[in-house]
């Protein structure tokens, strides 16, 4: 039951983190700033955890459509008046006005937008049970947390570098570091749950002992994990940031010198704070130790993407090869104890060195799955696999089933 709670918990974590960040990308696009700062209107944006749980709650516990949409509406209704008693400021203007009313019609937005996903899921679900009863629940995008959503994140820190929004930037990291350690304990949980339920070997286990360890591992790996994430900590400083906003307009050209004033004074670049920090004077350019870290990171990240499409192509070349046939029928290898090993000799060209009955024995699986489709049973004899092909009759089957018969049992 603790486990079962966990796990839920961690897909809210997931659902609200995806949210969570959609808010600092309009303020980002809009050129908007929250004055209380970064980490406060953050804490603002997840207040979308709320839309999260209770959605959940109300998809689950509701039995017809009308008493759900009746539980959203009091959870929008409620949403607006919170927000107005505690967010609301009157005295706002300009910008901060326009800031608050975004803010305001976001949230609202992303708890339509979840009440919505939530009610097409539910309908999904009992469609796809009347066609199938015996079937499993579908993980969907609001309750499958996995390593492999990170990227989600990333496009939105691409996003915040060519916004030039240091903020977007700083809650996308933010939350790229702890959505990747909830979405790896959440993966190792039901990996483990799920091989507890399908090896019998296992029963005899302690099951609190084997969490214990694989918890123990994991907990290592994490601690290394974050070690690694260190560096881009420290140097989350040294970001370059652009503005695509500016690449298609022409840039205005600014006077060399001036010979005086002339009622106008220079700007001080960075603001107060810079003033503060270093006396207006402009941020010093990264060294080449910097430089070199960063080339090296982003060599690295294209090598791994490039090699990441590259086995992703070839995977769904082979499924497509050899998962269907013409007729759209799946098609199962048949691999016995022996595959492995040739397919070793066959990668390394090494074929030529196989024995005789290794050769026969090769050629009678070919000659099977060539007109078999199913995997045969590991009760099966040779004369019932070649009845099921239909190949008892067939004369050049008859002959490798003498040689095949004698690899067997040892007389070759």
């Known amino acids: 039951m603790n486990l079962n709670k966990s796990l839920k918990v961690m897909e809210y974590i997931h659902a609200t983190l995806h949210f969570a960040v959609l808010l600092p990308l309009v303020y980002a696009v809009a050129d908007l700033s929250d004055p209380a700062g970064t980490g406060v209107f953050y804490l603002k944006c997840l207040v979308i955890a709320a839309s999260v749980v209770l959605t959940d709650f109300a998809v689950k516990r509701t039995k017809n459509f009308f008493t759900y949409f009746l539980c959203c509406a009091l959870l929008f209704a409620g949403l607006a008046g919170g927000m107005r008693i505690f967010f609301y400021d009157s005295a706002a203007a300009g910008k901060l006005a326009l800031a608050q009313r975004c803010y305001f019609g976001g949230i609202l937005v992303e708890t339509l937008l979840l009440a919505g996903m939530r009610f097409y899921n539910r309908v999904k679900e009992a469609a796809r049970e009347r066609e199938d009863p015996l079937a499993g629940s579908e993980p969907g995008m609001l309750n499958s947390p996995a390593l492999s959503h990170v990227w989600y994140f990333v496009v939105f820190y691409l996003l915040g570098l060519c916004t030039d929004s240091k903020m977007l930037c700083d809650i996308t990291f933010g939350s790229t570091m702890v959505y990747t350690f909830v979405a790896l304990a959440h993966e190792h949980l039901c990996a483990v749950r799920h091989y507890l339920d399908l090896n019998k070997r296992t029963k005899g286990i302690s099951r ?30 040294q970001r370059k940031y652009t503005d695509f906003r500016d690449w298609f307009g022409e840039v205005p050209l600014a006077p060399f010198e001036y010979e005086g004033l002339g009622g106008f004074e220079t700007p001080i670049q960075g603001g107060g704070m810079m003033e503060l920090l270093g006396g207006g004077e402009p941020a010093p350019e990264p060294s080449v130790l910097v430089n070199v870290i960063f080339g090296s990171i982003g060599t690295a990240c294209m090598l791994a993407l490039c090699c990441g499409i590259v086995l992703f192509i070839r995977q769904v070349l082979r499924d497509f090869r050899n998962g269907q046939d013409e007729n759209g029928d799946v098609i199962e290898e048949i691999k016995d104890e022996l595959a492995y090993k040739e397919e070793a000799l066959y990668k390394k060209g090494h074929r030529r060195m196989e024995s005789e009955a290794e050769r026969i024995r090769r050629r009678y699986r070919k000659m099977i799955r060539k007109h078999r489709k199913d995997r045969p049973a590991p009760y099966e004899s040779p004369a019932e696999i070649e009845a099921c092909a239909g190949l008892s009759d067939d004369e050049d089957m008859q002959r490798l089933h003498v040689e095949y018969e004698a690899v067997r049992y040892g007389k070759m």
Do not use: D, K, W
């Open 208 to 237: 609190r002992r084997l969490y214990g360890i694989s918890l123990s591992m994991l907990l290592l790996f994490a601690v290394l994990l974050l070690a690694g994430m260190m560096p881009s900590v420290f140097l989350s400083q």
